[in-house]
């Protein structure tokens, strides 16, 4: 999970689509090999992502602040 700010969210779709790529790219290039998923807040604090069809029931349902308190570390691209 790659925790994005909130801005992300007023950004046009086809933007948010290359960063999710970029992210991808960063993570394979680090050894990564597992799903990259995109989190962020919207205005009113929902929780949005962008994540592989099949994860999409679990980031419907689960609560962003969650998911935060569940971050284990960091990378840096």
């Known amino acids: 999970m790659v925790f994005l700010e909130s801005a992300f969210d007023g950004l046009p779709p086809e933007d948010r689509a290359s960063t999710y790529a970029g992210l991808q790219a960063a993570a394979a290039r680090e050894g990564f090999r597992g799903e990259v998923v995109a ?10 992502f ?3 069809p099949q994860q999409h029931p679990f ?5 962003y602040a969650q998911l935060r308190a569940q971050v284990n570390g960091t990378i840096v691209c």
Do not use: K, Y
Request: net charge neutral; no cysteine.
């Open 50 to 52: 962008i994540a592989p």
């Open 39 to 48: 989190l962020w807040e919207d205005h009113q604090g929902r929780t949005r």
């Open 59 to 63: 980031f419907q349902v689960v609560n």
